[in-house]
Structures are given as C-alpha cells and as structure tokens.
C-alpha cells in the first residue's frame, strides 16, 4: 500500500489528452515538490517532471505537471502509442522519507 | 554521455549477503548525490538509500535500515549497496540513480539511471 495514491490505469486514444493523478497528504506532497517518472516496458524509469512542473531538458512540452495541495497530476497532450508506460509520482515524506505512488499503467488505444 | 552500470546481482539465500557496485561515466561522480533505488518483479518503484557526494551523509528506507549499507569510492567512480541478512521481500531489480543537480537533498528527482541489477532471494 502506497502513501502516495495513483489509479492503476488510465487509457485514451492516440491524439487524446490524459491525466494522472497522484494523491497524497500533508506529510508529504502538501510540503513538497513532485516528481514524474515514465518507465517504458523492459526499460528504467526517465525523469520526466521535477519541482511539481518543471521538464527535464529534453522532455517535450506535451508533458506537463502541476500540483494543488496534497494532489499532483501529470498531464500528456497528442497521445502516441509511444507514451504507453507505467508513470510513477515520487516526492519526501516526513515519516517515511522518499517514497513513490503505487504507479499508473497508460494505455494508448 | 552519462552511464551507470550496476553489477553484482545474483541468487542467494535468505540470510546471506550480496554487495552490488555502480560503474559511473560520463559526469563528475564526486560531486554528485546517489541513490539505490528497487523494483520488486511486477511492483512499483521503492527509494532504498542515498549518499552525499563525499560519503559523509547516509539516510535509508526503514525496510532495508541496519541491514544495507551504502558507500562509494569516488577514485573509482564507483557507488556500493552492501546488503546483509537479506530476506525474500528484498528480491527485485536494483537501479542506482543519481540526484539531479541543483535539486534539495529532499526531492524525489532523479535524473539518471542505471539499467539495473537483478537480485534474487530464495533457498
């Protein structure tokens, strides 16, 4: 059981929009930042979002972050079958330090 | 480009020991913060321990706490994750990743990572 809540799956159609959310409390996403990671199947998870919103270099701009008291979600514009991965939300947690959401499994329809 | 390459995995029994090295490339390891990071097969991702570039500061996850060790040698390049009295529960892949520059030591940002090195727990 994570501390940090994600739906285990999300779909939507290629050209689609989605959204992952990423729920927690005040121990920890209420005080600090966010991260995203996507990992692609057989591969390791790529950073994709820090400080809640902010891209990697690299990272396109169809890709983006936010966070509003305890919740943080990731967005992604113009689906591609590319996109398919499971996407992780990490940030500090007083108790328990860093810790991860459960993930969330993307698929592109 | 950047590179880390863990080794060291294997099968073992419950109870023994395991010391699994990260062969880093590509950047100034010395000035860098590092971490260990595991994946159960199957599971989602779980934060194991972290080192300050000099070694001075070392912080785990409850679960691995007075069981794992982390170090590193920075004439080596090389980061370690010694691994003591380990239990099924530890079985998973290991990723050593390293602390995006200029992030706090708090965050969850982890800018690189390795391809992993899969350690197995059973008699």
């Known amino acids: 059981q994570s501390v940090l809540t994600q739906p285990p799956s999300v779909s939507a159609a290629p050209g689609q929009k989605v959204t992952i959310s990423c729920s927690g409390s005040s121990s920890n996403i209420g005080n600090n930042y966010v991260s995203w990671y996507q990992q692609l199947p057989g591969t390791p998870p790529k950073l994709l979002m820090y400080e809640n919103s902010k891209r990697p270099s690299g990272i396109p701009d169809r890709f983006s972050g936010s966070k509003s008291g305890t919740s943080a979600t990731l967005g992604i514009t113009g689906l591609q079958t590319g996109d398919e991965a499971d996407y992780y939300c990490?940030?500090?947690?007083?108790?328990?330090?860093?810790?991860f959401g459960g993930g969330t499994k993307l698929t592109v329809l | 480009q950047v590179q880390l390459v863990e080794s060291g995995g294997g099968v073992v029994q419950p109870g023994r020991s395991l010391r699994l090295s990260c062969a880093a490339s590509?950047?100034?390891?010395?000035?860098?913060?590092m971490h260990w990071v595991r994946q159960a097969p199957g599971k989602g991702l779980e934060w194991v321990a972290i080192i300050s570039y000099d070694g001075s500061n070392k912080y785990y996850a409850h679960s691995v706490k007075g069981r794992f060790t982390i170090s590193r040698d920075n004439s080596k390049n090389t980061l370690y994750l010694q691994m003591n009295s380990l239990r099924a529960e530890d079985t998973g892949l290991y990723y050593c990743?390293?602390?995006?520059?200029?992030?706090?030591?708090?965050?969850?940002?982890?800018?690189?990572w390795g391809q992993g090195t899969l350690v197995t727990v059973s008699s």
């Open positions: 590509g950047f100034i390891f010395s000035t860098s913060v």
């Open positions: 990743a390293s602390h995006r520059e200029g992030s706090s030591w708090y965050e969850t940002a982890f800018d690189h």
């Open positions: 990490g940030t500090w947690d007083s108790s328990l330090g860093r810790v």
